[in-house]
């Protein structure tokens, strides 16, 4: 996807795959030039990360970086194109997540527990959007463990060229290694609630359930076959909603349940990119599910989305004009002044319903970004940033030298203060390479979620999140539009 979208857009592309897997990109990128991409604008470079990925990530000539892997490995190739490549390059980045679902007592059982097991240990728990962690209503808890585990007895772990094998290896020695070590640690604390044999040889671990309390005893992504879970009361879903929000990462998320306006009441409130109700979570489907979370598990847009492709082009430029700095703003002043803003909108702000399978509704929607920090350079640059931040819903602060407008703050900010003040979700700056680099630089010493810089005036879908729904309406009664005969795709 990431190949074929740079192609899309016009670029030649240096096609550098993650150091266990060359062999399957080789054969991708050969299929791409059998089918008529010339081998001058596709390049398969394969190699270590930290030789080749870090020299790709440091080379001037490098226009855009697409990348999928951990949130620290996205956070280290960020600070390389801060340094080195042109100050407005995009960074897509793909990250990791701590992957979420409820079930709660309405669910169906063993829709639920079928839904579990392939979204925790299909591909051995090696997908981004791979469920880490179950909370379960403790009032069916019980037997609806008995179930899960009665169905993870049923897995055949094995060769995965063989159709019969449910879960296969993971990825090497090294992967296997860091999974057991999770694992012992668990049963040292009288965690361990359930766990398979894996078969002699190979690098396999057995599916495994592990007891916590909740997302605190999150602390990592574990890249496995390793489920988490953890029982909650029927009126802690609000603090369970607010556990997941604190995480950070908001990858994907599962619901269950039979209750449409519990549905609704937790999925408007999650910043999540991906949500399953009544599915599984895994699996996007080209055309139905854009894909891509938000927050550390990365920097959008969707990939299959509408923004996608156009995040592979060039912007505006830069602008000649500069405001001259007629004074600086205190740091303190500055965040005060972003404390102080009204909290930005978190209602919907656009929704369109995507083509699926009958029987399943996918919508796509767009929330505002937060709060975005315009520095203009000028009065005129930063007001017209805050006006479509603000049309998007985003809290906007206007800085910069001249402001006059009510609520800015008059003069230039220290471009270095951009690593330690909080509160704000995104830069626009439409300035020349030199300040720009200076401010993505402060951007990339900042911990945390990748806070975009945005330079391109053509500003407006840099101001949204995305976030896509799916849900399963067979499991909760059918598809009203298809029994009444209406085409819920010419709606």
Known sequence: GQIAAALAAGNGVVAKPADPTPLVAHIGVELLHEAGV??????????????????????????????????????????????????????????????????DSTALPEQAVRDIVNSAFRSAGQRCSALRILYLQEDIAPPFIDML????????????????????????????????????????EGRLLKQLAAPDGGTFVGPVAIKVDGMVDMKREIFGPVLHL?????????????EINGSGYGLTFGLHTRIDDRVEAITSRLNVGNIYVNRNQIGAIVGSQPFGGEGLSGTGPKAGGPNYVRRF???????????????????????RALDELP??????????????????????????????????????????QAAIARTNGCAALIACPGANAEGAVGGFLDRDHLASLEGFDAVALWSNAEDLRAARKALARREGPLIPL??????????????????????????????AGSNPLQN
Request: net charge negative.
């Open 343 to 384: 909290p930005p909108a978190r209602e919907r702000l656009r929704m369109v319903t995507l083509p699926g399978p009958t029987g399943e509704a996918n919508t796509l929607s767009l929330y505002p970004r937060g709060t975005i920090l315009c520095l203009g350079p000028t009065p005129a640059a930063a007001e017209e």
């Open 149 to 188: 585990f009665g169905a993870m007895d049923e897995l055949r772990l094995g060769n995965p060229w063989d159709f019969t094998t449910d879960v296969g290896p993971v990825i090497n020695e090294g992967a296997r290694r860091d999974i057991l070590a999770h694992i012992d640690a668990a049963k040292s």
């Open 313 to 335: 082009t060039k912007g505006s430029g830069f602008p000649a004009d500069q405001q001259k700095h007629e004074g600086t703003i205190d740091f303190d002043y500055a965040q």
């Open 38 to 103: 010339p081998k001058s604008v596709l390049q398969l470079l394969p190699g270590r990360g930290s030789v080749v990925g870090a020299r790709l990530a440091a080379d001037p000539r490098i226009a855009g970086i697409c990348f999928t892997g951990s949130t620290a490995t996205a956070q280290t190739i960020n600070r390389a194109m801060a340094e080195h490549v042109a100050p407005d390059a995009p960074l897509i980045a793909e990250t990791g997540g701590l992957n979420a679902m409820i079930v």
């Open 230 to 242: 953890a029982t909650f009361k029927a009126l802690a879903i609000d603090r369970i909603v607010a």
């Open 454 to 483: 945005i330079a391109d005036r053509d500003m407006g879908d840099r101001c949204v999140i995305e976030r896509h729904v799916c849900v399963d309406t067979t499991a909760a009664g059918g598809n009203a539009s298809l029994l």
